[in-house]
């Protein structure tokens, strides 16, 4: 099959093209870097043309209120291209229980641009993981000083992006779901523990501190993040820090 992967050049993106070409496919990434804007809609017409299937993988620059604008102009500019393109699947990657916190602008957003796929013209399969490790390190930074760490108690479900890309290539390689995929990391931790765990291995004195009220996941109810029927991917946090 011939795939388009928007945001093929990223984190997630650049492994799920290599999972797919590896498997026999023609995986071909796009990005801004390739003359590709999902905003503008520059180059979109070209990327998805001749496609079976389009992964969408592009994310906001920010996270706050302006995320919604950003994935309502993202879906609506990919949608056209991919149905005047002749494309008979799309996919997206979101967040296991993103539709449970309406409290957080860029939940609500990725909600928004699942409600537009579900909502379109197009067979489609969606995607949604927990937490990736990578991000762990920018989840400390947002309330660290030079002495503590404010984490609060919130459980999560960490998951190498290697993971997520195998199962967002293993999706687009297969039949639309018109439905949701769930994928998490095989264990739980309280972020607070996650925060010590991190910060030990990488030789970092600073203590962590349980604070209910610090950073973006202290909105998160306890049960969101984790989801009884999710796929639970191989890799555990001890090994990928290793």
């Not at 796009?30 to 994310?59: F, M, P, R, W, Y």
């Not at 149905?83 to 609500?108: A, C, T």
């Not at 995607?127 to 990578?134: D, G, K, P, S």
């Amino acid at each position: 099959m011939k795939i388009a992967v928007i945001g093929g050049t990223g984190l997630i993106g650049s492994q799920v093209v290599k999972n797919l070409n590896a498997a026999g496919h023609e995986a071909v990434p796009h990005s801004k870097s390739t003359g590709v804007d999902i905003i503008s809609g520059q180059g979109l017409d070209e990327a998805v043309a001749g496609a079976d299937v389009v992964v969408n993988l592009t994310n906001s620059p920010t996270f706050d209120e302006a995320s919604l604008a950003f994935f309502q102009t993202s879906m609506d500019n990919l949608l056209t291209a991919a149905r005047k393109g002749g494309v008979s699947h799309f996919v997206i990657l979101s967040i296991v229980g993103v539709d449970q916190v309406p409290e957080l602008d860029y939940y609500r957003a990725k909600a928004l641009q699942e409600k537009i796929l579900a909502d379109g013209p197009i067979p489609y399969s969606i995607v949604r993981a927990t937490q990736f490790m990578e991000f762990m390190d920018a989840v400390l930074s947002w309330t660290a000083d030079a002495d503590t760490v404010r984490l609060p108690t919130t459980p999560l479900q960490p998951i190498a992006s290697k993971d997520v890309a195998a199962a967002v290539a293993e999706v687009a390689a297969g039949s639309p779901l018109n439905g949701i995929h769930n994928v998490a990391g095989p264990e739980v931790f309280g972020l607070d523990e996650l925060g010590r765990i991190t910060l030990s291995h990488e030789g970092d004195s600073r203590t962590v501190v349980v604070d209910p009220t610090a950073g973006m996941f202290a909105v998160v109810k306890g049960d969101v993040l984790t989801d009884k029927d999710a796929h639970l991917a191989p890799t555990r946090y001890a090994d990928w820090l290793s």
